[in-house]
């Protein structure tokens, strides 16, 4: 029998010109389906927009942009298209404990979902039979059931190790014979650290064979060299709380930009400051509209991404575009191991104590396969009490980890002797290199 390429060929390998079809009439179902949500009722009408005035693909143009401050704002449910007892599951994006933004899911939706990731999973080799380990965090975290059902639908044995315990992780590997692991790209790293420290050579003694590279940037030459290290052929996942997780846009085996799933998103590259689309290979924000969602679509959502649409064809026979590495964020944004964080975060803690003045600066640097991050922060009075200021050290370092999960290195500092800047201030310092 001849080896099958597609897990959902039809859905898959449609000609542009079908996409585009099944886009248009997807989106007049959810444009209608939107009317029933109370925000984008208010929108339309603020907009004098109705259903009615989407006529083509292109009248997407007429509809606002939705943000993240819309998701905030109508914290938690004002985006539900449906009734609440049709909504099954909700999840929170990973980096705003602060102001959380919640998705609502109905069934149909998990399945949805599922069927993404099982189909970019199916793309890059993977089988029933293979051992599909995550080390994903799992809760709120997308990452965690998104790839677990994905990958249960694919029939795989599904190991949901979570994330950390380095080691318990490596003897699932080698004790379950894991052929696939998805981590974020500094994690696979540690992996690899870890196993050397454990005499494990991951060619020899491991069956692991494709790794699942994503939620945080990461270089061409990084993805190469994780490549090498763990033996293995490493593919890049994108995809964000708000688009349900994982299986937005993965590589396919060509390994040259991700294809985003256009019976699912409708994509548009804009420029950030003028919000005009830009033409296809040129860098701009990406703002995606769900088309098969039923508990929370979202219209013309701008994920504040920044990447291009790669041009021509590619050679596995998919139409569906294909988006190019994450440039980054158009906001100031920090992603650490794959968590996102705002400075405004690390702000709101340390303005809580007493003895500490206004001024900060956050730097982040790598080491080995290690983000990490220091936080200087000025005294407000000087003080020589060592004891006093080691526990008041503590306990920053202790409530910043409670708030962005990651345990920073605290420096207080005298008043003053942080660098003064004109205008806006530059709160963080990204000094991390390309690894
Ligand atoms: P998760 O919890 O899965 O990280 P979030 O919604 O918290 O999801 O984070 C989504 C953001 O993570 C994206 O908007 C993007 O900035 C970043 N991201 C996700 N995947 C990638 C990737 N493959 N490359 C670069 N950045 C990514
Ligand atoms: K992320």
């Not at 996942?237 to 937005?248: A, I, L, Q, R, Y």
């Amino acid at each position: 029998t001849q080896m099958k390429m597609y897990l959902h060929e039809e859905l898959e390998t449609l000609t542009r010109t079908e996409i585009e079809a099944l886009q248009f009439e997807r989106l007049l179902r959810t444009v209608r389906r939107c009317m029933k949500s109370p925000f984008y009722q208010k929108r339309f009408a603020e907009a004098h927009l109705s259903p009615e005035d989407i006529r083509s693909l292109d009248d997407l143009r007429k509809i606002p942009f939705t943000t993240k401050q819309d998701l905030r704002d109508n914290y938690p449910f004002g985006f539900a298209a449906v009734p609440m007892s049709e909504v099954v599951r909700l999840h929170s994006s990973s980096g705003t404990t602060g102001t959380p933004t919640v998705i609502l899911h109905t069934q149909k939706d998990l399945d949805e979902w599922a069927n993404a990731v099982a189909r970019c999973l199916y793309m890059v080799g993977l089988r029933r039979g293979d051992v599909f380990q995550n080390s994903s965090g799992y809760g709120m975290f997308t990452g965690g059931l998104g790839f677990q059902y994905g990958a249960e639908r694919l029939g795989m044995l599904t190991v949901p190790a979570a994330a950390g315990n380095t080691k318990r992780q490596i003897k699932f590997i080698t004790d379950f014979g894991t052929t696939a692991l998805h981590a974020i790209p500094s994690y696979a790293s540690r992996i690899h650290e870890v196993m050397e420290d454990m005499g494990i050579d991951p060619v020899r003694d491991t069956k692991l064979r494709t790794l699942v590279i994503g939620a945080e940037p990461h270089s061409e030459e990084q993805r190469r060299k994780i490549e090498k290290m763990l033996g293995v052929k490493a593919y890049n996942s994108f995809g964000m709380s708000e688009m349900c997780g994982p299986g937005v846009a993965f590589e396919c085996t060509e390994q040259n930009g991700m294809h985003i799933w256009e019976d699912y998103y409708i994509v548009e590259i804009v420029d950030p400051q003028t919000l005009e689309p830009v033409p296809d290979g040129e860098v701009g924000e990406l703002v995606l509209t769900t088309i098969n969602r039923e508990a929370m679509p979202l219209l013309r959502y701008r994920t504040r991404d920044l990447t291009r649409i790669l041009p021509d064809d590619c050679p596995c026979g998919r139409h569906h575009k294909r988006l190019d590495r994450m440039k980054g964020r158009s906001d100031d944004m920090m992603i650490l191991k794959g968590v996102n964080i705002f400075p405004i975060q690390i702000e709101t803690v340390l303005m809580q104590f007493e003895e500490l003045g206004t001024d900060y600066l956050i730097t982040l640097t790598n080491e080995e396969a290690n983000d990490l991050m220091t936080v200087e922060v000025e005294l407000k009075d000087f003080s020589d009490d060592y004891p006093r200021l080691q526990a008041l050290t503590r306990e920053i370092t202790r409530q910043l980890k409670d708030e962005i999960l990651l345990t920073p290195m605290v420096r207080l500092v005298p008043k003053g002797s942080l660098p003064q800047q004109e205008g806006k201030a530059v709160r963080v310092r990204d000094l991390r290199r390309t690894l």
